[in-house]
Every structure is written in C-alpha cells, then in structure tokens.
T-cell receptor
C-alpha cells in the first residue's frame, strides 16, 4: 500500500483565499483524522471520521474550517476564507480500528502558508 | 497543566549514548503511543502500548499504568535518531489522541 496520501504537499496562498487540502487514507482503514501542527501548539486534532461519518469536530477552530469525507477513500479539509494564523502543517492520518487502540498512519503533511 | 507532559523538551547526546525520554499523563488511558517526527516533517508511529514493555531494534518503550508514566529508551544512539519524539495517549472514553509537546533529540557523531 502507498500509505496515506496528501495533496498538495505545499500551499502558499493569500489571505482571504479558499484552501482545500486532500487526503487519501490507507485502503480498508475505518478511521481518518485531520491534525494541525504549529510551533506554538504542537499537534492538535481538528476532526476525525469513522466510516466516513464525522464523529468529533470539537477541534475545528472556527466556522472557516470544514471537512468532508464523501467516500472511504477521500477526505477534504477546507479553509474559507484563509487567514495568516492558519499557517501550519496539516496532517491526515488513518487507522484500522479506533484511534486510541490502534496504530495511526500519518500522511506526509501539507505545509500551508497564508500571506 | 497539560494532560500529557514530556521531559526533557530538548536533549543532545553523543553517538553511542543511552537515551531516555519521559512522558507523564494525568488522565485514564486505553493506550499510549510514541511517535517519531524527522526533520523532514514526516511522522511515524513507533510504539503503541497499554502495559509492560515493547522493544523494536534499539528502541524500548515502557509504561507504568499505576504511576501514569512511560519512558522511551534508545540504546547505542546514532545521529539518524535525531528527531522529535512525541508521546500521545488515548483516553478511555474517546477515540481522540492527546499529544505531548515533543522532545527534540539531537545526536552528534
């Protein structure tokens, strides 16, 4: 398996623009997680899905952030409108079973810079 | 106070030294994870454990559930071990992981 695939790897955009990050989990994995990593706050969970259904989105910073998982092999994280404080590395991870009792496999991350 | 605390925050070592990174947590957990993040940014899961000890190559992870403490040991450290090591715990009633802030390790030749 190719592992968790994320695109783009790098994104530079201007404040106010819409940003869409994409993730393809490992085939057969039931759980998908979106994380954000910054120097100040480290890794933070934004939202996670189980069988394509959002289970907990309490980590989503505000209404500008939205995530979807239309099918088992694809998820998006959208920021609209983007702001400079959204600059971070966004990781997608998937696991076969529940996150806390199974290994999570991380994608390479998308480094987002909002100017 | 953070629910997951790691120490030290930064660690430097000479090649060959024995290294210990500590993780303490304040919540009930179902499992504890050790992750490795290399300078390039990729994150790799090293261990997941809920009791006792696990070993993989030169890496050893231990956990003491009663003391709510885990350690990650690296024997015969090597410059390629230079990375950020992150501890994360999974709660008893949630699928979410709670992360420590990481320990930055640099091993010099």
């Amino acid at each position: 398996d190719a592992g968790v695939i994320q695109s783009p790897r790098h994104e530079v955009t201007e404040m106010g623009q819409e940003v869409t990050l994409r993730c393809k989990p490992i085939s057969g994995h039931d759980y998908l997680f979106w994380y954000r990593q910054t120097m100040m706050r480290g890794l933070e969970l934004l939202i996670y899905f189980n069988n394509n259904v959002p289970i907990d989105d309490s980590g989503m910073p505000e209404d500008r952030f939205s995530a979807k998982m239309p099918n088992a092999s694809f998820s998006t994280l959208k920021i609209q409108p983007s702001e400079p404080r959204d600059s971070a590395v966004y990781f997608c991870a998937s696991s076969l079973l529940a996150g806390e009792t199974d290994t999570q496999y991380f994608g390479p991350g998308t480094r987002l810079t909002v100017l | 106070k953070n629910e997951v605390e790691q120490s030290p925050q930064n660690l430097t070592a000479q090649e060959g030294e024995f290294i210990t990174i500590n993780c303490s947590y304040s919540v009930g957990i179902s499992a504890l994870h050790w992750l490795q993040q290399h300078p390039g940014g990729g994150i790799v899961s090293l261990f997941m454990l809920s009791s006792g000890k696990k070993k993989h190559g030169r890496l050893i992870a231990t956990i003491n559930i009663q003391e709510k403490h885990s350690s990650l040991h690296i024997t015969a450290s090597h410059p390629r071990d230079s990375a950020v090591y992150i501890c994360a715990v999974g709660g008893l009633t949630t699928d979410k992981l709670i992360f420590g802030t990481g320990t930055r390790l640099q091993v010099f030749p």
